[in-house]
Every structure is written in structure tokens, then in C-alpha cells.
Nanobody, 118 residues
């Protein structure tokens, strides 16, 4: 059974930092592409950052230079380091795993709330 468990969300002032964690189980972590998405109230879910199985990263333009995604294959955990946070970063952040099992399958965590106050 695949599980993605997020942690690290919370309330922070603008300009502050947070680190989100997503612990994965039930998948071969090193072969999965991992990503963070977010969804703000009244908006569609959007990709924030992605790291491939080969550790290639890509970011939404709105977070480039402020957010960093990285993975620890020993702990089976992917992280999102968020610096210089802005009120527009307020959203529920979701961990995503993209796994190939005869076809590509996406798994999702339960989400963690990030609130940035001005």
C-alpha cells in the first residue's frame, strides 16, 4: 500500500521559511518522480516543484530562486525548502509520487496547510 505522509506546514510571517517533508512508503522511492503541488482557495491545483528519479528538478516560475526540492533516498523522503515566503504562497501543499507500474500512476498525500501572513 502506497502512503505519502506530509509534515512541516504551519503559519509563518512573510519573509520567513518553512520546510515541508513527505515520507513515502510502498514504492521504490529511487525510481519515482516526486513533486509538490499546491492549491489555494478558489484556484486550481498547480505544480510547485518536481524532482525526477535522476534528480533533475524543475520549478514554477513563481517560486524559482526561493524554493528548493530535494530527496533523501535513505529516508525515502522528499523535502521542499521554502524561503522568502509571500502571502501568495498560502495554500494546501500536496506531495505527489509518479510511479511506473505497467503504466504511470500518480499517488497523493493528504496535504499540509501553509499560511503566510503579511
Amino acid at each position: 500500500q502506497v502512503q505519502l505522509v506530509e509534515s512541516g506546514g504551519g503559519l509563518v510571517q512573510a519573509g520567513g521559511s518553512l520546510r515541508l517533508s513527505c515520507a513515502a512508503s510502498g514504492i521504490i522511492f529511487g525510481r519515482a518522480a516526486m513533486a509538490w503541488y499546491r492549491q489555494a482557495p478558489g484556484k486550481q491545483r498547480e505544480l510547485v516543484a518536481r524532482i525526477s528519479s535522476g534528480n533533475t528538478t524543475n520549478y514554477a516560475d513563481s517560486v524559482k530562486g526561493r524554493f528548493t526540492i530535494f530527496r533523501d533516498t535513505v529516508k525515502n523522503t522528499v523535502y521542499l525548502q521554502m524561503n522568502t515566503l509571500k502571502p501568495d504562497d498560502t495554500a494546501v501543499y500536496y506531495c505527489n509520487a509518479e510511479v511506473y507500474r505497467s503504466t504511470w500512476i500518480n499517488y497523493w498525500g493528504q496535504g499540509t496547510q501553509v499560511t503566510v501572513s503579511s
